[in-house]
């Protein structure tokens, strides 16, 4: 059995388990009411249980590492809250809910991972709203470039082809501009995973006017 964890630390493991996907702090704010940070963040870090990096916007975004996969199929077979136990009998029931999904889970041989997962089906127009929202969140002004990393991660798990059709469809019509990374050095795994190609070349930044 994984170390428990405090109730603020389990919920957010949660979160990040159900989303499958970088999930940032003003985000969390917005689901559990509070973000990951100080102490808790720096705990989870430590176990190696959440990978947690600064955006742009000095914020920090969250996504769970295998081990804290691991940890959050540990808590369902936990059959109970860690202590104290809250007073809610909420909680109780919803930790015989998750051992019952467990036994299931076990019984069919079927991971976490392939029960959450973070595609989601949207339409060209729902993408490219949120596209704009995620921009708009990240970006210091209007027309600034912004890490197709840090766009990526804004969009709430949205089918990576369908994210990429819609971003190659914005930068033919204008409505968006996509650009390599000057600085090659700089960029990490990270960056050539998010880049997309346009072209005949890897791109990594983009910047949108205002509509």
């Known amino acids: 059995m994984s170390e428990r964890l405090g109730h603020k630390e389990t919920a957010v493991m949660l979160v990040l388990m159900a989303l499958a996907r ?13 973000p990951l940070d100080g102490k808790e963040r720096r705990r989870l870090n430590e176990l190696r249980l959440v990978e947690s990096r600064l955006a742009p916007k000095r914020f920090f975004v ?8 691991k940890w959050c199929a540990d808590e369902f077979a936990a059959g109970s809250p860690p202590p104290p ?18 036994r299931y889970l076990r019984r069919e041989n079927v991971s976490l991972a392939e029960v959450f997962t973070s595609d989601v089906e949207l339409t060209p127009g729902q993408i490219e709203e949120r596209v704009r929202a995620g921009y708009s969140k990240l970006a210091r002004s209007v027309g600034d470039w912004v890490s197709l990393v840090d766009l990526r991660a804004a969009l709430g798990g949205a089918n990576r082809a ?6 190659k469809e914005m930068s033919r019509t204008g409505r968006a501009n996509l650009v390599p990374e000057s600085n090659r050095k700089a960029l990490t795994d990270r960056h050539h995973a998010a880049a997309i190609r346009v072209g005949g070349e890897d791109n990594h930044l983009i910047s949108i006017e205002a509509s």
């Not at 970088?22 to 509070?34: A, R, W």
């Not at 969250?62 to 996969?69: F, I, K, M, N």
């Open 62 to 69: 969250h996504e769970l590492t295998d081990s804290g996969w």
């Open 22 to 34: 970088e999930v940032s702090n003003p985000e969390l704010k917005d689901l559990v009411g509070y």
């Open 162 to 167: 369908e994210v990429d059709a819609v971003l």
């Open 85 to 102: 136990v809250a007073r809610s009998t909420f909680v109780p029931a919803f930790y015989l809910l998750l051992a019952a999904l467990d």
